[in-house]
C-alpha cells in the first residue's frame, strides 16, 4: 500500500477487495492493510514475489522493461470508460497475454485499467490543430512522454507529486493526465483549459497481486473462493472505480476548466501522428512472443462489446 | 571541513584510495550538477529539455550515495550518539570502536549481499529506466560493490587503531 | 504478542554504546522485520530499502544544496557576509547568532529540506562565528534550530509529502507557513538572548559603527546576494522548480569560485569529496531509519498509539494535546520524514473527524517535525551539523538546542490557541 488511505483506489477498492476475499471464503482468509508503505511504488510488484507482503497492487510502467504486454491497454482512442477497458483487458489477458510470463511469479487477482488520458492547459486556442507544438507538457515517463513527443509538445519529466510544483512555477504548460489524477493532485486552480480526447490520448495499466507461495498454501476451495470475487469481477469493480473518480473530477472542475472536445482536424492530425507510436508499441509487446495485433484487435472488440451493453 | 584523523592512524594506502575516491565522486557530482544546468538551459533557449534528465539524476544520485560510503568509512565518520561514549575511560575506546565497527561491518555487508540480491532480480527481468531504458542492474551491482567495500573498511579501520594501542602507539 | 518495546530498548542500547545511527537503525529494523514476516522477505525487502531509495529524485536537492554551500564557502562569501552582518550587530550581544537565525530563515525561503539548510549554514556561518569567539554551544544550536526553518518557510518538501498525503492544496500549505516561519525566527532569536543570560556568555561588544561604513560593509554581500537573488528570483519566476534550483544554485556558486580567483583542483576535490561523504553520510542513516519505519509500521505500533489515543477525550483539544505530547517523545526516536510518513496516515483522519482544519494541522505536523529534528537523542540536524564539524560532540549541540526547543514549543502552543495566525493568509 503506497497511497494514502483516503485515496479511492484504497478505499474503494482494495478495502472493498479485502472485505470480499473474507466474506468469499466465511471469514478464513483475511487480509490485513498495513498503515504505512513498506517502500516506493516501484518496490510493490517484488514484495509479493518474495512474500514480503502477501498481496500488492500498482503500476506496471513504475518497473519499465519489466513489462511489455501492459503496452497493449495503455494505447491511445480505447474508449472512454474505463469500466469496458478493464473488464476487456482482463480477458485479453487470461486469454493471451498471461503466456508472455511476466506474471509467473505471483498469482494475479487483476489487471486494469485507470480511465483515458486527457489533455490540460494553462491556457491556448484549444480548437488549433497545432495547439500543442512546442508546449511544455508535464510527463510521468513512458508511453504518454513519447506520446507528447509525437504530437509536437516538449515533454517536460517529472514525478506526480512534482506536477504542482512544475505547473505552479510555469516550468511545465500543461499536463497530460485523466480528470481524477488532475483533481487528486490538486492541479484544478493551475489550469484553465481542457481538451477532452474521444477515446483518451493513453490509459495507465495497475495490476493487483498476490504472492505464489501464499496462494498455494490455500487449499483448493479457497482459491475458487477468492477466483469468484477477483479476476474479471475485481478488473470490473476497479474501473468503476476510476470511472467515478473520473466523474467527480470532471465535477470538480465545473466552473474552473473549460473543457472543449477535440475538433475533427485535431483528432486526424493527432491519429496520423500516433499512428507509428502505436505501431512501435505492438513491436515491442510481441517480443514477449504473444501475438500483440490479435490480442489488440481482441481489446478492442471486447471493449465494443463491453461498450454495447 | 571536517577534521580529518592523523594520517598517521590510517591503514597504508587509505592515501591513494582516498585519492580514487573523490576523483570519481567529483566527476559524478559535477555530472548531477551540469545536468540540471543543462537541463534547465536546454528548456529555455532551445526548447529542447534534456531528455532523461530526472532519471540521469536518480542514477548518479545513488551512485554518488554509495561511492560515498567507503569514504565515510574510511574516515570513520559514521554518525553516533555520543552522550555516552565520551565519558568512558580511554583505554575501552579502542575496544569499544572495533566492536561497534564490527557489528556495522555485518550490518553493511548483509546490505552489500541484497542489494546485489535484488540488482540480479532487477536484471532479470530486463528492467531500466523509463524514458532512455538504461538498465538499472548494473549500477545494483556497483552499489552493491561499494557497500561491500564501505563494509570491510568499516571493520578495519577501526581494527587497525585498535591494534596499533595495544601496539602502545 | 507487541515486540515494539523490546525493539525500541533494543535500539537504545545499541546507540548508547556507539553503534553508528544508520547502522544500529538498520539492523534493528532488519531483525525486527524478520522476527515477524521471516528472513526472506525481511532480507529483499532490506535490499530494496537502500537501492530504491537511494534513486529518488526529490531526495537530490540534498547533496546539490550541499555542493552550493560548499562551494560558496570555498568562494569566500561566507566571511564577507559575516564581515558586514557583524558590522550591522556587532553593537548587539549575540549579533552574529542572530544573523545566522535570520540567514537561515532567509536560506530556508530557497530550500525546502532542514537538513540542507542546516548543512549549508553550518558551513557559512560556524567558521565566522568561531572566529568571533562564539561557544559551539551557542553557535551550532542557532544553525541546527535555524535549519529547522527549512521545512516550514515555503517551499517546503514535508509540506509536499503532507499535502499529497492528506489531499490539501499544497500552495495553501506554503502560505500558511509563512506566519509561523516569522514567528519561528522571532523565537529563536529570543532563545540566543534567552541563551547569553543564562550561560552568562560574556561576548565581546564593539562600538557601533557609523552608518556609512555600516553601508559600505555591504558591498561584501554582493556575491551572495546575487547567487540569492538569481536561485530565488528564479524559482518565483518560475524559471526554474525549487528541485532545479538546487542544480542551478549549485552550478552558480561554482561560477562565483571560478570568478573569485580562488579555484584550486586540490580545493575543488577536496570540496566535492566532502559533499560525497556527507551526502553519502546522511542517506545511510535515512536507509537505516526507512528499514526501522518498516518495523514500526508491521509491529503494530501505530494501532497501539491509535488505541491509546482514543482512551483520552474526545475534544479537538485533548487530541492536539495528545498528539502533541506522541510527537514529543517520537520525536527524540524517529528520523523526521519516517515519522511523517508512519504518523499523519493514522491521525489525519482522526483529527478531520474532530473538524480541526486540516492545512492548520500541516502546519502543526511540520512544527513538531521541527522539534524532533533537534532533540535528543535521533536529532537530524544536530547530527548534520556533527558531520560536519566532527569535533563537536553531541552533548553539546544538544544542551545548547534546550532554549531553541523551549521556544518551539511555545509557538506550537501559540499557534494552537490562536490558528488564525495560521490561516490568515490562506
Ligand atoms: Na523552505
Ligand atoms: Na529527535
New interface residues.
Given amino acids: 500500500n503506497w497511497l494514502?488511505?483516503?485515496h479511492p483506489l484504497v478505499s474503494e477498492l482494495i478495502v472493498p477487495m479485502t472485505e470480499q476475499i473474507a466474506e468469499a471464503t466465511g471469514g478464513e482468509v483475511t487480509a490485513n492493510i498495513?498503515?504505512?508503505?513498506?517502500?516506493?511504488p516501484?518496490?510493490h510488484f517484488?514484495?509479493a514475489?518474495?512474500?514480503?507482503?502477501d498481496i500488492t497492487f500498482g503500476v506496471q510502467?513504475y518497473?519499465?522493461?519489466?513489462f511489455k504486454t501492459t503496452n497493449i491497454v495503455e494505447l491511445p482512442f480505447l474508449g472512454d470508460s474505463a469500466e469496458n477497458i478493464s473488464v476487456a483487458y482482463w480477458r485479453v489477458f487470461d486469454e493471451m497475454l498471461r503466456d508472455a510470463g511476466?506474471y509467473d511469479d505471483v498469482k494475479v487477482l487483476a489487471v486494469f485499467s485507470h480511465g483515458p488520458g486527457e489533455i490540460f492547459l494553462k491556457s491556448g486556442e484549444v480548437s488549433e490543430p497545432d495547439v500543442l507544438q512546442?508546449v511544455?507538457l508535464r510527463v510521468?515517463?513512458?508511453i504518454v512522454?513519447e506520446v507528447a513527443s509525437a504530437l509536437g509538445a516538449?515533454?517536460?519529466?517529472?514525478?506526480s507529486?512534482?506536477a504542482?510544483?512544475?505547473l505552479?512555477?510555469?516550468?511545465a504548460d500543461g499536463i497530460l493526465f485523466p480528470y481524477e489524477s488532475v483533481n487528486?493532485?490538486?492541479l484544478i486552480?493551475q489550469l484553465d483549459e481542457a481538451i477532452s480526447v474521444p477515446g483518451g490520448l493513453y490509459n495507465t495499466s495497475f495490476y493487483i497481486v498476490m504472492n505464489k507461495a501464499k496462494w498455494e498454501s490455500l487449499d483448493p476451495e479457497q482459491q475458487d473462493a477468492i477466483d469468484t470475487v477477483t479476476g474479471e469481477a475485481l478488473a470490473r469493480m476497479a474501473g468503476q472505480m476510476w470511472d467515478a473518480a473520473d466523474a467527480a473530477g470532471k465535477a470538480a472542475m465545473e466552473g474552473e476548466i473549460a473543457i472543449t472536445p477535440a475538433t475533427e482536424a485535431q483528432l486526424s492530425a493527432w491519429e496520423g501522428a500516433l499512428t507509428p507510436l502505436v505501431q512501435a508499441k505492438l513491436d515491442e509487446a510481441a517480443e514477449t512472443g504473444v501475438d500483440a495485433e490479435a490480442a489488440f484487435d481482441m481489446l478492442k472488440a471486447e471493449i465494443a462489446k463491453e461498450a454495447a451493453e | 571541513m571536517p577534521e580529518a584523523l592523523p594520517e598517521t592512524t590510517r591503514p597504508r594506502g587509505a592515501f591513494g584510495l582516498r585519492a580514487a575516491l573523490a576523483v570519481l565522486g567529483g566527476v559524478l557530482l559535477m555530472a548531477l550538477m551540469g545536468m540540471t544546468v543543462t537541463d534547465v538551459i536546454g528548456?529555455y533557449l532551445f526548447?529542447?529539455?534534456l531528455r532523461?534528465?530526472?532519471?540521469l539524476t536518480e542514477l548518479l544520485l545513488a551512485a554518488v550515495v554509495f561511492l560515498g560510503l567507503p569514504a565515510v568509512a574510511l574516515a570513520d565518520e559514521h554518525v553516533t550518539v555520543d552522550l555516552v561514549t565520551d565519558r568512558m575511560p580511554a583505554a575501552v575506546k579502542p575496544w569499544r570502536g572495533a566492536a561497534t565497527g564490527l557489528f556495522s561491518a555485518v550490518v553493511l555487508a548483509v546490505v552489500a549481499w541484497r542489494v546485489w540480491v535484488?540488482a540480479a532480480?532487477i536484471g532479470g527481468?530486463?528492467?531500466?529506466?523509463?524514458?532512455l531504458?538504461i538498465?538499472i542492474a548494473p549500477l545494483g551491482y556497483f552499489c552493491a560493490v561499494c557497500t561491500g567495500f564501505g563494509a570491510l573498511l568499516t571493520a578495519l579501520v577501526p581494527a587497525h587503531a585498535l591494534i596499533r594501542h595495544l601496539k602502545g602507539h | 504478542m507487541e515486540s515494539w518495546p523490546v525493539g525500541m530498548a533494543i535500539l537504545g542500547v545499541l546507540l548508547l554504546v556507539g553503534v553508528p545511527i544508520s547502522m544500529a537503525l538498520a539492523g534493528v529494523g532488519l531483525v525486527g522485520v524478520a522476527s515477524i514476516?521471516?528472513w526472506?522477505?525481511?532480507l529483499?525487502?532490506l535490499g530494496?530499502?537502500f537501492f530504491?531509495?537511494g534513486r529518488?529524485?526529490?531526495l537530490s536537492v540534498l547533496p546539490l544544496f550541499l555542493m552550493m554551500g560548499n562551494f560558496v564557502v570555498q568562494s569566500g562569501i561566507a566571511e564577507e557576509l559575516y564581515k558586514s552582518a557583524y558590522a550591522w550587530l556587532r553593537h548587539r550581544k549575540g549579533g552574529l547568532a542572530t544573523a545566522t537565525v535570520i540567514a537561515c530563515g532567509a536560506f530556508s525561503s530557497v530550500c525546502g529540506s532542514s537538513m540542507a539548510t542546516a548543512a549549508t549554514m553550518t558551513r557559512i556561518a560556524l567558521p565566522s562565528m568561531r572566529r568571533y569567539g562564539y561557544p559551539d554551544r551557542l553557535s551550532t544550536a542557532s544553525i541546527a534550530a535555524g535549519g529547522t526553518l527549512g521545512i516550514l518557510i515555503p517551499?517546503s518538501v514535508i509540506l509536499?509529502f503532507y499535502?499529497?498525503?492528506?489531499?490539501?492544496?499544497?500552495?495553501k500549505l506554503f502560505l500558511a507557513g509563512l506566519i509561523p516561519g516569522l514567528i519561528g525566527i522571532i523565537g529563536y532569536t529570543i532563545a540566543v538572548r534567552i541563551t547569553l543570560v543564562t550561560q552568562k556568555i560574556d561576548l565581546p561588544v564593539e562600538p557601533k559603527l557609523p552608518f556609512l561604513d555600516r553601508i559600505r560593509a555591504l558591498k561584501g554581500t554582493a556575491g551572495a546576494l546575487i547567487l540569492f537573488v538569481f536561485v530565488m528570483g528564479g524559482?518565483y519566476?518560475?524559471?526554474?522548480?525549487?528541485?532545479?534550483s538546487a542544480g542551478m544554485g549549485a552550478g552558480g556558486a561554482f561560477l562565483l569560485v571560478l570568478l573569485s580567483g580562488r579555484f584550486s583542483r586540490e580545493k575543488m576535490i577536496a570540496v566535492l569529496y566532502d559533499t560525497m561523504k556527507t551526502t553519502s553520510m546522511m542517506f545511510f542513516i535515512l536507509f537505516g531509519a526507512?528499514t526501522f519505519?518498516?518495523y514500526v509500521?508491521?509491529s503494530g505500533m501505530?494501532?497501539d498509539i491509535q488505541a491509546a489515543l482514543s482512551v483520552f477525550g474526545d475534544t479537538p483539544m485533548m487530541t492536539i494535546l495528545v498528539m502533541l505530547c506522541i510527537y514529543l517523545v517520537l520525536g527524540c526516536v524517529l528520523e523526521s520524514l519516517s515519522m511523517i510518513?508512519?504518523t499523519v496516515?493514522?491521525f489525519y483522519?482522526i483529527v478531520a473527524a474532530q473538524g480541526i482544519d486540516l492545512i492548520w494541522f500541516g502546519i502543526f505536523v511540520v512544527m513538531v517535525t521541527e522539534i524532533s529534528y533537534i532533540t535528543p537523542p535521533v536529532g537530524m540536524n544536530a547530527f548534520v551539523l556533527r558531520s560536519v564539524v566532527p569535533d563537536v560532540r553531541l552533548g553539546t549541540i544538544f544542551g545548547g538546542l534546550a532554549p531553541f526547543v523551549a521556544m518551539d514549543v511555545l509557538r506550537v502552543a501559540l499557534l494552537t490557541a490562536f490558528p488564525g495566525l495560521v490561516l490568515l493568509l490562506t
Avoid: C
Fill in positions: 494514502p488511505p483516503s498495513l498503515p504505512a508503505p513498506l517502500g516506493p516501484q518496490a517484488d514484495f514475489v518474495n512474500g514480503v507482503a510502467g518497473n519499465p522493461g519489466r511476466e512546442g511544455k510521468g515517463g513512458g512522454h516538449v515533454p517536460v519529466e517529472g514525478p507529486s512534482k504542482y510544483e512544475l505552479s512555477q510555469g516550468v487528486f493532485f490538486k486552480p | 528548456r526548447n529542447a529539455p532523461g534528465a530526472t532519471e535484488y532480480q527481468y530486463g528492467g531500466t529506466t523509463t524514458t531504458a538498465p | 514476516i521471516g526472506t522477505p525481511a529483499s525487502l530494496s530499502a530504491d531509495n529518488d529524485y526529490s517551499p509536499v499535502g499529497i498525503m492528506t489531499q490539501q492544496d499544497i500552495g524559482i519566476l518560475g524559471v526554474f522548480t525549487p528541485t532545479e526507512l519505519t518498516n509500521n508491521m501505530t494501532r510518513m508512519l496516515p493514522v483522519p
